[in-house]
């Protein structure tokens, strides 16, 4: 099963960036997908964005405009540009690769958002 390492969780103000990133222990090139979901507190945990072996692509309505999901198939790694970020994108913020029927997840990186 592959390991994902998340990194560039932090606190920032309403209207501020952070980029996430993922590493990954293995070549990422041919995995069904991956991607991000979030979890706020009490909420249950959602797809933010994802990049599919068929080209098709992902972002959850409420990002559109503000996040963006790279990759860099090279280095194993995937990241998610986030700008303008608002209060309700505060959640612990999750890598995830489906590869044939298993789902690999990170530890989990932390995003809080202020007024």
């Known amino acids: 099963q592959v390991q994902l390492v998340e990194s560039g969780g932090g606190l920032v103000q309403a209207g501020g960036s952070l980029r996430l990133a993922c590493r990954a222990s293995?070549?990422?090139?041919?995995?069904?997908?991956i991607g991000w979901y979030r979890q706020a507190p009490g909420k249950e945990r959602e797809l933010v964005a994802s990049?599919?072996?068929?080209?098709?692509?992902y972002l959850l309505d409420s990002v559109k405009g503000r996040f963006t999901l790279s990759r860099d198939n090279g280095n194993n790694m995937v990241y998610l540009q986030m700008n303008n970020l608002k209060p309700e994108d505060t959640a612990v913020y999750y890598c995830?690769?489906?590869?044939?029927?298993?789902?690999?997840w990170g530890q989990g990186t932390q995003v809080t958002v202020s007024e």
């Open positions: 995830y690769i489906l590869n044939g029927r298993t789902t690999s």
């Open positions: 293995r070549n990422t090139f041919n995995v069904n997908a």
């Open positions: 990049s599919r072996r068929d080209a098709s692509s």
